[in-house]
Nanobody, 123 residues
Framework: QAQLVESGGGLVQTGGSLSLSCAASGRTYSTMGWFRQPPGKEREFVAVNFRKTNVYYADSVKGRFTISRDNARNAVTLQMNSLSPEDTAVYYC???????????????????WGQGTQVTVSS
């Protein structure tokens, strides 16, 4: 059974850092990314490692967040720095094998999702 399992969420103060990890089992993915869902809002794109090669970020996190991939462990990490209360959300890992570049920001383009991990940034 294919699974994506996130870890590393928690509570941090404004300006702090957190690192999220996502481990895939049962299936490998050419593309792995992160989305988030703030309270009362829709799920939104955060960052992606596209086809194990290129990385892309949402404008709101560019320069603060870094996505990295460990192909040997079939895992992806999101390092989040300079966090602000606007980053508070449930963060989801996603994997897919059919994505094209124009679809990386669409949640429905991904094949599988993790259960989510809460990130709360206090002011």
């Amino acid at each position: 059974q294919a699974q994506l399992v996130e870890s590393g969420g928690g509570l941090v103060q404004t300006g702090g850092s957190l690192s999220l990890s996502c481990a895939a089992s049962g299936r490998t993915y050419s593309t792995m990314g992160w989305f988030r869902q703030p309270p009362g809002k829709e799920r939104e794109f955060v960052a992606v490692n596209f086809r194990k090669t290129n990385v892309y970020y949402a404008d709101s996190v560019k320069g603060r967040f870094t996505i990295s991939r460990d192909n040997a462990r079939n895992a992806v990490t999101l390092q989040m720095n300079s966090l602000s209360p606007e980053d508070t959300a449930v963060y989801y890992c996603a994997g897919g094998n059919r994505l094209i570049l124009s679809s990386i920001r669409r949640p429905d383009a991904y094949d599988n999702w993790g259960q989510g991990t809460q990130v709360t940034v206090s002011s």
